[in-house]
């Protein structure tokens, strides 16, 4: 995706920080909201469990994290970590992904899920036929993004609207059951242009927390449609994996953060790590690094502060 930057406000001299409150990151950790932590049991390789994540969450000081797994909800240990746990200081969250291994789009699992304690549905993501064209027409996506540890099923591309563009008649009871509980709606891995009609339904319906991961990735959103969702109503989640100088999916420069950043606005907008994998950053080194970026980009310590924490807790209701 080719991204135009934008009128840039005036900056705060770059690094400054470094020099008048060098223990600044690491202030902003303290209480950070992660809602994007790719830990195990997973048939994808990460470098540590639930259990290790809550305990790596802890040691920084984060208040809360989300975990993603595409092919199950991690609810039930979630609240099992959240039982027996509680003393490390960190809420641990799931959601249910309508990916093939939960039957698409079932609204059972959404019940299920819902009752066990998940805060969030995800539409689909690695099923999803926009996710699975873009690796189709990539020659080199499997070097950008995770992959099993071993050969999968080939899945069954889902996509939310029928041949006529119309949403699919079993989507609009998952979005009545959605806004009934007050959980939050992700886009997953849908195309942008499904996320146009998947959003203004869901509004009609009463859902009220609306989230888009990554839009400029594989949801091929471009700053205009950035500006779009953050006027509807929707965060936009930018993947810190994305951005931290070592990930094995460095896409971005900071320069192109910030304008994503702008687009959206700070108070729309949501730094996730999205890491968890082998052979990537940690967790909280990939917080700490792109809280830096963000600093040297100009951004104040209340706006990082809300990127990193504020609309996460806002968006989840904690």
Same mark, same amino acid.
């Given at each position: 995706?080719?991204?135009?930057?934008?009128?840039?406000?005036?900056?705060?001299?770059?690094?400054?920080?470094?020099? !008048?409150?060098?223990?600044?990151?690491?202030?902003?950790?303290?209480?950070?909201?992660?809602?994007?932590?790719?830990?195990?049991?997973?048939?994808?390789?990460?470098?540590?469990?639930?259990?290790?994540?809550?305990?790596?969450?802890?040691?920084?000081?984060?208040?809360?994290?989300?975990?993603?797994?595409?092919?199950?909800?991690?609810?039930?240990?979630?609240?099992?970590?959240?039982?027996?746990?509680?003393?490390?200081?960190?809420?641990?969250?799931?959601?249910?992904?309508?990916?093939?291994?939960?039957?698409?789009?079932?609204?059972?699992?959404?019940?299920?899920?819902?009752?066990?304690?998940?805060?969030?549905?995800?539409?689909?993501?690695?099923? !999803?036929?926009?996710?699975?064209?873009?690796?189709?027409?990539?020659?080199?996506?499997?070097?950008?993004?995770?992959?099993?540890?071993?050969?999968?099923?080939?899945?069954?591309?889902?996509?939310?609207?029928?041949?006529?563009?119309?949403?699919?008649?079993?989507?609009?009871?998952?979005?009545?059951?959605?806004?009934?509980?007050?959980?939050?709606?992700?886009?997953?891995?849908?195309?942008?242009?499904?996320?146009?009609?998947?959003?203004?339904?869901?509004?009609?319906?009463?859902?009220?927390?609306?989230?888009?991961?990554?839009?400029?990735?594989?949801?091929?959103?471009?700053?205009?449609?950035?500006?779009?969702?953050?006027?509807?109503?929707?965060?936009?989640?930018?993947?810190?994996?994305?951005?931290?100088?070592?990930?094995?999916?460095?896409?971005?420069?900071?320069?192109?953060?910030?304008?994503?950043?702008?687009?959206?606005?700070?108070?729309?907008?949501?730094?996730?790590?999205?890491?968890?994998?082998?052979?990537?950053?940690?967790?909280?080194?990939?917080?700490?690094?792109?809280?830096?970026?963000?600093?040297?980009?100009?951004?104040?310590? !209340?706006?990082?502060?809300?990127?990193?924490?504020?609309?996460?807790?806002?968006?989840?209701?904690?």
């Amino acid at each position: 995706m080719s991204l135009t930057l934008i009128d840039q406000p005036q900056k705060l001299s770059p690094g400054a920080w470094r020099s !008048s409150n060098p223990g600044l990151p690491d202030q902003l950790l303290r209480g950070a909201v992660d809602l994007h932590c790719h830990s195990g049991p997973s048939v994808m390789p990460r470098y540590f469990d639930h259990y290790e994540a809550m305990q790596e969450a802890s040691s920084a000081g984060l208040r809360a994290i989300l975990i993603k797994d595409h092919y199950y909800s991690a609810t039930p240990a979630t609240e099992l970590l959240n039982k027996h746990f509680n003393h490390l200081g960190v809420t641990m969250l799931s959601g249910v992904p309508l990916n093939n291994s939960t039957g698409g789009l079932n609204i059972y699992a959404v019940e299920h899920g819902i009752k066990l304690g998940a805060r969030l549905v995800w539409m689909p993501t690695f099923s !999803s036929a926009n996710h699975i064209n873009a690796h189709k027409k990539d020659a080199e996506f499997k070097d950008k993004f995770p992959q099993t540890k071993k050969k999968m099923l080939d899945p069954v591309p889902l996509s939310i609207l029928d041949a006529k563009g119309h949403l699919l008649p079993e989507v609009g009871p998952i979005l009545d059951m959605i806004a009934e509980n007050d959980v939050v709606l992700s886009s997953g891995h849908l195309h942008i242009s499904e996320c146009w009609p998947l959003f203004e339904e869901a509004k009609k319906r009463g859902v009220k927390r609306l989230l888009c991961n990554h839009p400029s990735y594989v949801v091929d959103a471009s700053l205009d449609d950035i500006r779009r969702l953050a006027g509807m109503g929707v965060y936009c989640e930018h993947s810190m994996c994305m951005f931290v100088p070592g990930s094995k999916f460095h896409f971005y420069q900071p320069s192109e953060l910030d304008a994503m950043i702008k687009a959206a606005t700070p108070e729309k907008t949501i730094l996730g790590s999205d890491l968890g994998q082998i052979g990537n950053p940690r967790l909280v080194d990939g917080f700490r690094n792109v809280i830096e970026t963000c600093l040297d980009l100009g951004y104040s310590e !209340s706006q990082v502060r809300s990127m990193v924490s504020a609309n996460a807790v806002a968006l989840m209701g904690l």
